[in-house]
């Protein structure tokens, strides 16, 4: 695969299905999870502008900070915490459209208003989640869900 990215499309389901097959050939020839979590980073980041997207790692009872593109953030997140640990805790994806009506949610940044959290799975075991946060409210949907559902599975 080339190391550029060209993603067309009108709406934001036609960026996801023009998108997934470039990440799935980035993904299929490297094996390093870190390199591909800092790859996927980029590329959503490219393709859609989001204000932060990230990765948190599971090192025992804690999430720490991985491969992420975005203001600076919080290093450690515990197990059941914010949204982050609370979507590691329930192995599920959790759609916040106003981060203030999120009991518990860790702001690392104040600009932050809507914020999506999918679960990587391994061995029906989350080993990270993949989190996005936006600066404008409400600006995640079940289309987002289910293609970075996908690209979480890549991942995994
Ligand atoms: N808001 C997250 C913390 C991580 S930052 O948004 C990058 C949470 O509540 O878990």
């Given at each position: ?55 948190y ?25 914010g949204v982050c640990?609370t979507a590691w805790?329930?192995?599920?994806t959790i759609l916040v ?18 914020e999506i959290v999918v679960p ?9 989640v993949l989190d996005i ?24």
């Amino acid at each position: 695969m080339s190391e550029s990215l060209i993603v067309k499309g009108d709406s934001k389901k036609e960026l996801y299905e023009n998108l997934l097959p470039q990440i799935e050939a980035l993904v299929e020839c490297e094996a390093d999870v870190i390199a591909n979590m800092a790859n996927v980073s980029a590329c959503l980041k490219d393709t859609f502008n989001f204000w932060w997207v990230g990765f948190y790692r599971v090192f025992e009872d804690t999430l720490i900070l991985g491969p992420f593109q975005g203001p600076l953030a919080c290093t450690r997140i515990r197990k059941g915490k914010g949204v982050c640990g609370t979507a590691w805790q329930e192995a599920k994806t959790i759609l916040v459209p106003d981060v203030d009506a999120f009991p518990g949610h860790i702001a690392c940044s104040s600009l932050t208003k809507s914020e999506i959290v999918v679960p990587i799975i391994n061995k029906g075991m989350v080993t990270a989640v993949l989190d996005i946060d936006s600066e404008k409210a409400d600006n995640f949907d079940e289309t987002d869900r289910i293609y970075l559902e996908k690209i979480a599975s890549l991942i995994a």
